[in-house]
């Protein structure tokens, strides 16, 4: 079932895949019928018009839908091969494979450090303090923010800049290992110098991780995405090796949409 | 530089636009006049009460004494020498009084002139000298110069309370007025500090009469009222807020609790009398069973507060803790809660500061008694702040009218500590990081 969509598989693990997949918020329907296999350690963008479900997708891969009064999921989703819409599935267990990263930069008022350990202290990754040290270090590394809060881990992680802050989050994401990193446009909130560090550090991160990432930026989505998928009113449209949907994309939506005919 | 803008439509002209402006600020003056007065009548009546409060109040702080030479005769107190206390503790101590002022005022020798003598001095003198005897065995056979109280009469008559002639409402004789003077004139006769005030419970004699049991009853009632609502207010909004969903059944519970929190408080008041005395046979008049009844009344209070300040986490914090993977119950004890904590604390010390002024609950469960022990634990008998100031209010004795105001002024301070509590846990745990 892992290339059930026809495509060669060739170099690439398929690691996520959502077959028929239906959200619900009470009345309305969300999300309808989408089929998507997202390929290991590679960056998938999700781009559309807003209100399409991208971001009701995302949330999907680690039911924060599960939060939400009057949501219900259909269909599969499965982490390597494991559905996670099982019964007796452990969201927790779950969550720390997935990771997720918020439009809005949301480090807890806590220090940088504190930040940083919190997953991997309620995971119980790590043994020893020294463990822990160092479990927040390399995180902090991985996410290109260590050289520039080495100084001050003990303060407020919520008084570091924009950008800042928005890389304290993808560390305390990677500090509990996941495999697959969600962001759900990371980086709307932060101005262009910013986002070009967040980027690159996307492009990097690749190699450890699986990303998918909702953008409404084409610009992002072709500067640091393997494979773009197209969603409109709830449906994908169009998904496709990234430089094929820019340049020839098989739908006349995707076109419109990509031209900037509508958005 | 910019070139005038063309008006949308011919009936904008620049007076119309000018004379909208010119209402728009008149308005404007107006409702900041108004808000200004509003502001100003509220803190004239508040500098009315407080001024008659405090000026009615703050002579009960003083307490007039009389200084006598008081000799712990031995033959009196001890005739058998064994020193024993029960023997200590019933002798005749008045006596001694008698013998001072005596020595003090020879001339007076007939009967009448004696009683008026004994009339000076408090009833419960004699108790202030046992009580330093028992204290101080040591005592005995010495002579002491000895700060006592007066009888009430006197202390209103030297605060000026009271005229010194009859159609003043004096109710002394002349030979007891001259007498006074010159004990005043000698040094012997001065309002000084009121420490029964504070050491004594309820009395029938002013002079002696104290806030001690009504502050330590108060005290216990609050104690039990803090160990109960908060972590039973905090558990249900938590347990509401963030843990059930939202349904037709919490909207029920939500209705409840807030129509809860303006049920007069005498209706809590009966549930406990009901409850806790007639079924549960706790002690009555006992702080316990007041904290309980308070309890009742603080609880909606509380978990309102803490439902508002739980709501003001905003969801980001519970997605970012979700998102990595914590359980609900982490996502709460480690993030919202610390979040929300000064907002919970200022909610529960503005509940207590409401549980100390409530009287009608503490009347039904029998904390109303004239208790004249301060209570050593939860389950003695005691009153409590409001319904002393109940007590003395009702009181006749003139002496009751100044120490009725002081006791007001107590129960305000205990407010505003409370109320600065609140604000510095707020300030504190707002602090922490920016």
């Known amino acids: 079932m892992s290339n059930s969509d026809g495509e060669p598989v060739a170099s690439a693990k398929i690691k996520v895949v959502a077959r028929d997949v239906n959200v619900f918020y009470s009345d309305k329907h969300a999300l309808k019928a989408v089929n998507l296999d997202v390929r290991a350690n590679e960056v998938t963008a999700l781009i559309g018009p807003s209100g399409c479900g991208k971001s009701t997708f995302l949330r999907c891969l680690n039911r924060m839908n599960d939060l939400i009064d009057g949501a219900r999921v259909t269909g599969t989703i499965a982490i390597d ?127 450890n991780y699986t990303i998918i990432v909702v953008t409404h930026s ?44 509508f958005g | 530089m910019t070139e005038m803008v063309e008006p949308l439509t011919a009936s904008v002209t620049v007076a119309g636009v000018n004379a909208r402006l010119r209402r728009r600020y008149a308005v404007d003056r107006w409702f900041r006049a108004l808000g200004v007065s509003a502001i100003v009548a509220a803190l004239t009546f508040l500098i009315l009460l407080l001024g008659t409060i405090i000026g009615q109040g703050y002579t009960a702080f003083a307490q007039s004494q009389i200084r006598l030479a008081i000799t712990f005769d031995a033959a009196i107190l001890d005739p058998d020498g064994r020193g024993d206390p029960a023997v200590l503790g019933t ?31 408090s009833p419960g003198a004699d108790l202030e000298l046992r009580g330093m005897l028992l204290a101080d065995p040591s005592l005995m056979g010495r002579t002491e110069e000895i700060w006592l109280p007066t009888s009430s009469p006197v202390d209103q008559l030297v605060k000026g309370h009271t005229g010194r002639t009859a159609e003043e409402g004096g109710q002394f004789t002349d030979g007891e007025l001259r007498r006074i003077d010159r004990l005043r004139s000698d040094g012997r006769l001065a309002a000084r500090f009121n420490k029964w005030l504070f050491t004594q419970g309820d009395s029938r004699q002013p002079e002696l009469a104290g806030l001690a049991g009504a502050v330590v009853g108060s005290f216990y009632s609050l104690l039990v009222t803090v160990l109960l609502s908060f972590p039973l207010g905090v558990a249900a909004a938590v347990y509401l807020e963030e843990f059930a969903r939202q349904s037709r059944w919490t909207d029920i519970v939500e209705v409840n609790i807030n129509n809860l929190a303006a049920v007069p408080s005498i209706v809590f008041g009966l549930l406990g009398l009901e409850i806790f005395l007639n079924v549960l046979g706790l002690p009555r008049s006992a702080p316990l069973v007041g904290g309980l009844a ?27 803790a979700l998102a990595l993977g914590a359980s609900r119950l982490q996502m709460v004890t480690h993030h919202v809660l610390p979040l929300a904590m000064p907002g919970i604390l200022t909610g529960t ?46 009181s006749p004795e003139r002496g009751f009218v100044e120490r009725t105001s002081a006791a007001i002024i107590v129960l305000l301070c205990f407010l505003a500590v409370m109320n600065a509590a609140a604000i510095y846990l707020r300030k504190r745990y707002e602090r922490r990081w920016g």
């Open chain 2, 349 to 394: 010390i503005i509940g207590m500061a409401r549980a100390v002024g409530e009287t009608a609950p503490l009347l039904m469960i029998g904390m109303v008694a004239f208790v004249v022990n301060v209570p050593a634990t939860p389950v003695d008998p005691a009153t409590a702040l409001p319904v002393q100031i109940y007590l003395w209010a009702a």
């Open chain 1, 81 to 207: 091969q494991q559905d996670i819409y099982l019964k007796d599935l452990d969201v927790v267990q779950l969550r720390a494979r997935v990771g997720m990263v918020f439009q809005k930069p949301n480090p807890f008022p806590k220090s940088i450090f504190d930040n940083v350990a919190y997953g991997p202290r309620i995971h119980g990754l790590a043994g020893t303090g020294a463990e822990l040290e160092e479990i927040v270090v390399t995180s902090l590394k991985r996410a290109g923010l260590f050289e520039e809060v080495k100084d001050r881990l003990n303060e407020a992680g919520t008084g570091l800049s924009g950008g800042q802050q928005q890389r304290l989050c993808i560390a305390r994401a990677i500090a509990v290992s996941p495999e697959v990193i969600l962001m759900d446009e990371p980086c709307s909130a932060l101005d262009p110098i910013a986002t070009a560090k967040v980027e690159e550090l996307i492009d990097e991160l690749r190699q």
């Open chain 1, 218 to 261: 084409m610009q992002q989505a072709a500067r640091v995405s393997q494979r773009t998928a197209f969603f409109h009113l709830g449906e994908l449209v169009e998904v496709g090796d990234t430089e094929q949907i820019f340049t020839n994309p098989n739908h006349k939506l995707t076109q419109g949409y990509i031209t900037g005919r």
């Open chain 2, 294 to 320: 308070l309890t009742l009344v603080s609880l909606p209070t509380i978990i309102i507060a803490a439902r508002v300040a739980l709501k003001a986490v905003p969801p980001w914090v519970r997605e970012a």
């Open chain 2, 91 to 121: 002798a005749d101590y008045g006596r001694l009084i008698r013998q001072s002022l005596e020595t003090l005022f020879p001339d007076a020798t007939e009967r009448a002139q004696r009683r008026e003598l004994s009339r000076l001095m």
